[in-house]
């Protein structure tokens, strides 16, 4: 089990991204179209942190996990026969896999299959 892509959502990007800079030792790329104007990097592990802005004037700020499955639709499946509820079914991302957000116990989790 591991989480692919750690999607982080702010009013304010680029103190998000300064801020894990210059505690971690990272560093963030330009904003990424494909994945919603998020500026991202990758971690040591391969995985990948994400920070972008909503993308309506609806979105709440939320930190998303992406957890990395190898069959998206029986993933997205089995959470729904526990009760959650799906928010995005599982959508292509040209280069990058596919992902999928679901509500579960009032909190928003994404799955990724590469």
């Known amino acids: 089990m591991k989480v692919h892509y750690l999607e982080i ?3 304010d990007v680029d ?7 210059e505690a971690h030792g990272i560093r963030f790329g330009d904003p990424d ?13 391969g995985s990948i942190a994400g920070v972008r802005g909503p993308l309506r004037v609806d979105e709440d700020p ?6 990395l499955v190898e069959d998206i639709d029986g993933a997205l499946a089995a959470v729904e026969s526990k009760g959650a509820q799906v928010a995005v079914p599982p959508t292509d991302i040209p280069g990058k896999g596919k992902f999928a957000i679901y509500f579960l116990g009032s ?7 590469r």
């Open 15 to 21: 103190a998000v991204c300064r801020a894990y800079e």
């Open 62 to 67: 939320v930190v998303r996990p992406n957890w």
């Open 33 to 45: 179209d494909l994945l919603g104007g998020a500026r991202t990097c990758e971690l040591p592990d």
């Open 9 to 11: 959502v702010s009013h």
């Open 107 to 113: 909190n928003q989790h994404g799955l990724w299959q």
